[in-house]
């Protein structure tokens, strides 16, 4: 992701673009954990394409001039494109990155609830004509082999993506239940990363935090956990109790 410190482009009032998505994603990689090669990629598509959609004239008035508008909204338009690089890319799981990004200001919801408003509609067609491509194609072609011409023409062409998306949620629905903790893992990191971000920028106060948490990476935390806090023989039948659920957990 290129910092670009001439772009005109922002995420926030005193942060460019490229320079918040390149943040989020190196913070959600901090926090990870699973070094594959799928979720690695898959990270670098939520957390990169997350708020591609604020580049939308309509969402950068919004930022200088305080004037909310109908198309300000940045939530869907980024989904689509992350769902659009995700199939380019043939991910197997190409709809993760779309719930994710879609739900990025709110809550998870389930897939029957996403694909009710699946379609590509009128305020998609008129975003991705209001963005400047040239400046797009600036921040990320280092990073995505595309040229995002091809997505506008995508968008404003596009008759089936409900049907696309559907698609996608049925091969999720054959999977495993690893990747459904997948979903809510990626999530959880992509929120997580960008609060950060946009909450401060504090590098050392999130270095304090990034090595708090490495503190619980150690094969061995939890049952130390559980030597310190369940060590009272006065519960010993509630901690019989606990200790079966924690078997049965692993099993």
């Known amino acids: 992701m290129k910092t670009l410190s001439s772009c ?3 995420s926030h009032p005193d942060k ?8 989020v994603y190196e913070l959600a990689n901090l926090f990870n954990i699973l070094k594959d090669e799928d979720t690695q990629t898959l990270l670098k598509i939520i ?3 997350h708020d591609f959609a604020k580049s939308t004239e309509y969402f950068q008035k919004y930022l200088s001039d305080h004037i909310k508008n109908a198309y300000k909204g940045h939530a869907k338009l980024s989904a689509i494109f992350a769902f659009y690089l995700a199939q380019k890319l043939n991910i197997k799981a190409d709809f993760i990155p779309y719930i994710a990004i879609l739900a990025h200001h709110g809550n998870l919801s389930d897939t029957e609830s996403v694909l009710t408003n699946a379609d590509i509609e009128h305020i998609e067609k008129k975003q991705i004509k209001s963005i400047d491509l040239k ?6 072609d280092d990073t995505f082999s595309f040229d995002c011409e091809h997505f506008k023409n995508f968008i404003c062409e596009a008759k089936e993506f409900g ?3 559907y698609d ?6 054959k999977t495993t239940i690893k990747d459904y903790f997948l979903v809510l893992y990626l999530f959880s990191l992509l929120i997580d990363a960008d609060k950060l971000d946009a909450g401060f920028d504090d590098k050392e106060k999130i270095k304090e935090i990034f090595d708090k948490i490495q503190l619980f990476n150690i094969p061995d935390c939890v ?16 901690n019989k109790l606990r200790e079966d659920i924690y078997s049965d957990a692993l099993e």
Not at 16 to 23: D, I, K, S, V
Not at 223 to 238: H, P, Q, S
């Open 8 to 10: 005109n482009i922002f």
């Open 16 to 23: 460019t673009l490229p320079e918040h998505l390149g943040n």
């Open 47 to 49: 957390t990169l394409c």
């Open 135 to 140: 400046e797009i194609n600036n921040i990320y």
């Open 163 to 165: 049907n696309l998306i």
């Open 168 to 173: 996608s949620t049925e091969k999720l629905k």
């Open 223 to 238: 049952d130390n956990y559980k030597a310190i806090k369940f060590k009272n023989t006065k519960l010993e039948g509630l």
